[in-house]
């Protein structure tokens, strides 16, 4: 009985520690949107800028946007979509209520015990994907990585962040990056800070490349470098504070509201920079291109290395996407073949996910989410670095309880989405050697 008392008082202190968070919060309600036309789509993504709404997805025509507006300009949001004609149904009236539940089963999958049968012969024991990791747990990790694999991973700082936080990468190479003929993959997650499922694909690559080895050929053909965290202070802000913060931590506005602080580190690359005035818009871009330490420090891992980088993945949430350039819609020369790799890469991801999950939609960056994006960092690596195939994932999106509510994360998924993601991955890399293979 002593038992049952305990775990009832454990219920529901959790459950009250956990609803008093997220106020900031309260009352935004969480809306999806259907355009029938481009004209509709190019209105209803404005509003970003326009109202400084924060779009979850982009609408386009045949896939609905989400956009969460908070409680006071609820009215005038809709009355906008009215007057031009757009139809809006609300997925959460209030979102707090979601990310209370977030919590919850967040907390739950902490208080399991980590199943370690599967990794018992291992040298390392991987991080659990079915829970979530903090930066530290994850820095530390890679440490960890490089000790007990010291033949294979070396642990490297590309710099430091905003707010002084060690933005580590792991190297990975059978022969320390020494055989200059071996193609490199960069795999990079992150960049946005709420995204947070995009962490289970570059943890679970570490895990299939260096702990628990399945495909040799991988391993042994290439070199590969990977950035699990490449925005740390906007994602322990994410943790922390605000759980749907998506920029870096660093304020440009002077004496400003909270949320106008930090740069949208996906828009403050110098291809197709485009500047604004307004550092309270979600996709603020920074005063000039590179103005922030976090691009400076991607910009300086990926030009050390670029004449050997034959692919880079940067990985986001939500959407079940994989994009190539340039944000703008205007093709790279070879636009065909990031098609073409782009489509073996969705077809392999397919072919295991799970049935709820929508397929993978592959193209232009502009063309699929209809609103263009400048100075993104995929452009920078496809042009700026000249690394031949650049792409940006969008892993799906959580739809638990039956809402879609984008950014969530669902532990039952998590370990999931890192499996089915590495398929994607492998089938890339696999296409590009088959291919040097063919043209040497
Ligand atoms: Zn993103």
């Given at each position: 009985m002593a038992n049952l008392y305990k775990s009832i008082f454990v219920f529901f202190s959790t459950f009250f520690v956990v609803c008093a968070r997220h106020e900031v919060y309260d009352g935004h309600t969480l809306y999806e949107v259907v355009v029938k036309n481009a004209k509709q789509a190019v209105f209803v993504n404005g509003l970003e800028n326009e109202?400084?709404?924060?779009?979850?997805s982009y609408a386009n025509t045949g896939r609905a946007g989400e956009i969460l507006v908070p409680k006071e300009q609820k009215m005038e949001f809709e009355a906008k979509l009215m007057s031009m004609d757009v139809e809006y149904s609300i997925l959460?009236?209030?979102?707090k209520e979601q990310l209370d539940w977030e919590d919850m089963i967040l907390a739950e999958a902490a208080s399991k015990p980590v199943n370690r049968s599967s990794s018992r012969n291992l040298r390392l024991a991987p991080l659990p994907l079915d829970k979530t990791h903090r930066f530290e747990e994850v820095n530390n990790y890679l440490v960890r990585v490089s000790n007990a694999y010291p033949n294979r991973a070396t642990v490297e700082s590309a710099g430091r962040s905003f707010e002084g936080r060690d933005m580590k990468y792991l190297k990975i190479s059978t022969t320390n990056f020494k055989d200059r003929r071996k193609p490199v993959i960069f795999l990079l997650s992150?960049?946005?800070?709420?995204?947070?499922?995009?962490l289970s694909a570059t943890l679970y690559a570490i895990e299939k490349l260096v702990?628990?080895?399945?495909?040799h050929d991988l391993v042994n053909d290439f070199d590969w470098i990977i950035m699990p965290i490449a925005n740390p202070d906007g994602f322990e802000f994410s943790h922390t504070?605000?759980?749907f913060w998506r920029k870096n931590?660093?304020?440009?506005?002077?004496?400003?509201?909270?949320?106008?602080?930090?740069?949208d580190l996906n828009r403050n690359?110098?291809?197709d920079f485009k500047s604004s005035k307004?550092?309270?818009?979600?996709?603020?871009?920074?005063?000039?291109?590179?103005?922030?330490p976090e691009s400076v420090n991607i910009r300086r891992v990926l030009n050390a290395y670029s004449n050997r980088i034959h692919m880079f993945i940067d990985i986001h949430s939500f959407g079940s996407m994989i994009l190539f350039g340039r944000g703008t819609g205007?093709?790279?020369?070879n636009a065909t073949t990031l098609k073409f790799v782009g489509v073996n890469m969705a077809q392999a991801i397919d072919r295991v996910k799970w049935p709820s999950k929508p397929k993978y939609t592959v193209g232009n960056i502009a063309d699929v989410l209809g609103t263009r994006a400048f100075g993104i960092l995929n452009d920078y690596a496809q042009i700026?670095?000249?690394?031949p195939l650049s792409f940006v994932y969008e892993l799906p999106g959580y739809q638990g309880r039956g809402d879609k509510t984008g950014f969530l994360i669902e532990p039952s998924f998590t370990r999931q989405a890192g499996v089915e993601t590495w398929e994607g991955i492998k089938t890339g890399a696999r296409t590009i050697r088959d291919s040097v293979k063919k043209e040497s």
């Amino acid at each position: 009985m002593a038992n049952l008392y305990k775990s009832i008082f454990v219920f529901f202190s959790t459950f009250f520690v956990v609803c008093a968070r997220h106020e900031v919060y309260d009352g935004h309600t969480l809306y999806e949107v259907v355009v029938k036309n481009a004209k509709q789509a190019v209105f209803v993504n404005g509003l970003e800028n326009e109202m400084l709404v924060d779009v979850f997805s982009y609408a386009n025509t045949g896939r609905a946007g989400e956009i969460l507006v908070p409680k006071e300009q609820k009215m005038e949001f809709e009355a906008k979509l009215m007057s031009m004609d757009v139809e809006y149904s609300i997925l959460s009236k209030n979102i707090k209520e979601q990310l209370d539940w977030e919590d919850m089963i967040l907390a739950e999958a902490a208080s399991k015990p980590v199943n370690r049968s599967s990794s018992r012969n291992l040298r390392l024991a991987p991080l659990p994907l079915d829970k979530t990791h903090r930066f530290e747990e994850v820095n530390n990790y890679l440490v960890r990585v490089s000790n007990a694999y010291p033949n294979r991973a070396t642990v490297e700082s590309a710099g430091r962040s905003f707010e002084g936080r060690d933005m580590k990468y792991l190297k990975i190479s059978t022969t320390n990056f020494k055989d200059r003929r071996k193609p490199v993959i960069f795999l990079l997650s992150l960049l946005h800070a709420r995204e947070w499922v995009a962490l289970s694909a570059t943890l679970y690559a570490i895990e299939k490349l260096v702990i628990d080895v399945s495909d040799h050929d991988l391993v042994n053909d290439f070199d590969w470098i990977i950035m699990p965290i490449a925005n740390p202070d906007g994602f322990e802000f994410s943790h922390t504070t605000e759980r749907f913060w998506r920029k870096n931590r660093r304020n440009h506005g002077g004496k400003i509201k909270p949320w106008c602080m930090g740069v949208d580190l996906n828009r403050n690359f110098d291809v197709d920079f485009k500047s604004s005035k307004d550092p309270c818009g979600q996709t603020f871009p920074g005063p000039h291109p590179f103005s922030e330490p976090e691009s400076v420090n991607i910009r300086r891992v990926l030009n050390a290395y670029s004449n050997r980088i034959h692919m880079f993945i940067d990985i986001h949430s939500f959407g079940s996407m994989i994009l190539f350039g340039r944000g703008t819609g205007k093709l790279a020369p070879n636009a065909t073949t990031l098609k073409f790799v782009g489509v073996n890469m969705a077809q392999a991801i397919d072919r295991v996910k799970w049935p709820s999950k929508p397929k993978y939609t592959v193209g232009n960056i502009a063309d699929v989410l209809g609103t263009r994006a400048f100075g993104i960092l995929n452009d920078y690596a496809q042009i700026g670095a000249g690394i031949p195939l650049s792409f940006v994932y969008e892993l799906p999106g959580y739809q638990g309880r039956g809402d879609k509510t984008g950014f969530l994360i669902e532990p039952s998924f998590t370990r999931q989405a890192g499996v089915e993601t590495w398929e994607g991955i492998k089938t890339g890399a696999r296409t590009i050697r088959d291919s040097v293979k063919k043209e040497s």
